[in-house]
Nanobody, 115 residues
Framework: QMQLVESGGGLVQPGGSLRLSCAAS????????MGWYRQAPGKERELVAKITTAGRTNYADSVKGRFTISRDNAKNTVYLQMNSLKPEDTAVYYC?????????WGQGTQVTISS
C-alpha cells in the first residue's frame, strides 16, 4: 500500500509560482508512473502531468510550458513546479501513483489563484 502526502498548495496572485511536493511512503521507482491531477469545483478530475519511471513526461495542453513535473527517486518525492499561474489553475491538486492498473491517491492540496 502506497501512501501519498501532498504539500505546497496555497493562495497566489495570477502570474505567480508554486511548487507542489508529493512524498510517498514507498519506492516510487516501482511505480509505472507518478502524476498530478486536479479537480476544480463542479468539474471532473483531470490529468495535469505525469512522469514515467524512465523520466518521460506528459502534460495537459493547458499547462504545457508553464508546469514542470520532476521526481527524486532517492527521496521518494515527486514535484510539480507551477509558473505563470492563472485563475483557471485554481483546483485541488492530487498526487497519483499508478502501477499496473492499481492507483494510489493523496488527500489533495488546494491551489487558489486570485488577486
Amino acid at each position: 500500500q502506497m501512501q501519498l502526502v501532498e504539500s505546497g498548495g496555497g493562495l497566489v496572485q495570477p502570474g505567480g509560482s508554486l511548487r507542489l511536493s508529493c512524498a510517498a511512503s514507498g519506492n516510487i521507482f516501482s511505480m509505472n508512473y507518478m502524476g498530478w491531477y486536479r479537480q476544480a469545483p463542479g468539474k471532473e478530475r483531470e490529468l495535469v502531468a505525469k512522469i514515467t519511471t524512465a523520466g518521460r513526461t506528459n502534460y495537459a495542453d493547458s499547462v504545457k510550458g508553464r508546469f514542470t513535473i520532476s521526481r527524486d527517486n532517492a527521496k521518494n518525492t515527486v514535484y510539480l513546479q507551477m509558473n505563470s499561474l492563472k485563475p483557471e489553475d485554481t483546483a485541488v491538486y492530487y498526487c497519483n501513483a499508478a502501477n499496473w492498473g492499481t492507483n494510489y491517491w493523496g488527500q489533495g492540496t488546494q491551489v487558489t489563484i486570485s488577486s
